[in-house]
C-alpha cells in the first residue's frame, strides 16, 4: 500500500511540474500563431498532437481531461468545479516493444 501512495505521490508531482512549466509556454506558442482559450480557441487536434509528441518522448500515457463546472446558483456570475472528464488517453508509440509473427519460430542458422 505505501508503494502505490507514493506513486500517487510521484504522480501528483510531475503533474504538476508538467502543468507549470508548460501550460504558460504552449499558451505563448499557440497565441503567436493565433490561437488562444477564446475564439478561436485550440483545436483538440493541436492538443492530442502535442500530447502524442510528449508521450513518445518520455514514454508514460499522457491523459487529456477536460474540467467539467456548473454555473453557481448564489453567484451568476461564476461556475463551480464538478468533476473531470476523459477526453483522450496517448500512448507512447516511439520505443514501444512489440510482438511479431517470427516470435515464435526457433532461429534459422
Not at 501528483?12 to 475564439?39: N, P
Not at 483545436?43 to 477536460?66: E, F, K, N, R, T
Not at 500512448?91 to 510482438?99: A, G, M, Q, R, S
Request: proline share 6%.
Amino acid at each position: 500500500m505505501r508503494d502505490e501512495e507514493e506513486l500517487n505521490n510521484l504522480q501528483q508531482d510531475v503533474e504538476e511540474q508538467i502543468t507549470a512549466e508548460f501550460h504558460e509556454k504552449f499558451c505563448y506558442v499557440f497565441g503567436r500563431h493565433g490561437l488562444g482559450y477564446s475564439d478561436p480557441s485550440v483545436p483538440l487536434a493541436v492538443w492530442m498532437g502535442v500530447a502524442q509528441a510528449m508521450a513518445d518522448a518520455s514514454g508514460y500515457a499522457i491523459a487529456i481531461q477536460v474540467t467539467k463546472v456548473k454555473p453557481d446558483d448564489e453567484k451568476p456570475d461564476t461556475s463551480r468545479f464538478i468533476g473531470y472528464r476523459q477526453v483522450a488517453v496517448l500512448d507512447p508509440l516511439l520505443f514501444v516493444e512489440t510482438e511479431t509473427a517470427d516470435t515464435d519460430k526457433p532461429n534459422s542458422r
